[in-house]
C-alpha cells in the first residue's frame, strides 16, 4: 500500500474517534456539569521500521488523546434546597471515596441514610473538615454564597472547594467524576460563589456538535475514497507491468 494509502488510513482511524466523541456530547447536552470533549489531533512523522512500504518524511495523523472545555454551563434555577451550582469555573466539588478524593460540578446532592451530604452516586460530599453531617430533624439547609452550611441558624460545616489553575491535570473517571492524578496541590476557592437551588447545565452546543458529525462523515468519506483510488492506481500499475512486451 503507498504512502497515502497509509496516511488515509491513520486519518480514518482519528475521524472514528472523533465521530464518537461528538455523539457523546450530544448524548450528554442536558447531562449536569457536562464538560464538551473533543480530539486532539496531530501529526506523526513515519519511520521505515519493518515496513519498506513506508518512506521516510511521510506525516500521518494521529491521536493526541481528549481535551475538555471547562466553560461553565448555564445556571438553571431548580428551588431544590439539596441543588448546588459553583458560579465560577476552575472549581468543584470536593468528594470522597474508597478511591480517595474526587471532583465534580454536578451539585445534585441528597441526604444518605446516616444522615451524610452525598451524590446521587452515594459518595459523601466533603467539607473543610470531612463529610458533612446533617440532622433531618432540624428542618433543611441553608448554604450561603460562599458555601457555609447550616440548620435552623447554626453552622454545621463548610461545602468543601478545590481550584485548579491547569484544568489538564484533571483525568475524567465517570458519573460526572474527576481525578487529579498529578502531583498539583488544589489551590483555595475563595471568592468563589455556591448557588443554592441551582444546578449548571451542560456547556455543549448542539447545533455545532450536529455539524461536526456531519463535517467528520464528508471527510471519512473523502479518505475512504482516497484509498480507494490509490488502490486502483496500485492495481492499474500492477497489470500494466505484467502485461508482456
Known amino acids: 500500500m503507498e504512502n497515502a494509502a497509509y496516511i488515509g488510513l491513520s486519518r480514518q482511524m482519528t475521524l472514528r474517534r472523533e ?33 519498506d512500504a513506508i518512506r ?37 466539588f470536593k468528594l470522597q471515596d474508597g ?33 458533612i453531617v446533617v440532622d433531618p430533624a432540624r428542618g433543611p439547609l441553608s448554604v450561603a454564597q460562599d458555601g457555609a452550611v447550616s440548620q435552623d441558624g447554626v453552622p454545621i460545616g463548610r461545602l468543601g472547594l478545590a481550584r485548579f489553575d491547569t484544568l489538564s491535570v484533571l483525568s475524567k473517571d465517570g458519573d460526572g467524576l ?8 488544589p489551590l483555595d476557592a475563595a471568592g468563589v460563589q455556591v448557588r443554592q437551588g441551582m444546578l449548571e447545565g451542560s456547556n455543549v452546543n448542539t447545533l455545532v456538535e450536529i455539524t461536526q458529525l456531519i463535517e467528520i462523515s464528508r471527510a471519512y468519506e473523502r479518505a475512504t475514497k482516497m484509498i480507494e483510488n490509490v488502490q486502483e492506481l496500485s492495481r492499474r500499475s ?8
Not at 69 to 78: K, M, P, V
Open 178 to 185: 474527576y481525578r487529579n492524578r498529578s502531583n498539583a496541590v
Open 19 to 51: 465521530l464518537d466523541i461528538a455523539a457523546n456530547n450530544i448524548a450528554n447536552a442536558n447531562t449536569t456539569g457536562f464538560k464538551v470533549e473533543q480530539l486532539l489531533v496531530g501529526t506523526e512523522v513515519g519511520s521505515r521500521a519493518r515496513n
Open 56 to 92: 521516510p518524511g511521510a506525516s500521518f495523523v494521529l491521536d493526541n488523546g481528549v481535551g475538555r472545555d471547562f466553560t461553565q454551563g448555564a445556571l438553571q434555577q431548580t428551588g431544590r434546597d439539596l441543588d448546588f451550582a459553583i458560579d465560577g469555573e476552575g472549581v468543584f
Open 99 to 131: 478511591a480517595g478524593e474526587a471532583y465534580t460540578r454536578d451539585g445534585a446532592f441528597t441526604i444518605s441514610p446516616e444522615g451524610e451530604l452525598v451524590t446521587k452516586g452515594g459518595l459523601p460530599v466533603l467539607g473543610e473538615g470531612g463529610p
Open 238 to 245: 500492477v497489470e500494466r507491468l505484467g502485461k508482456p512486451n
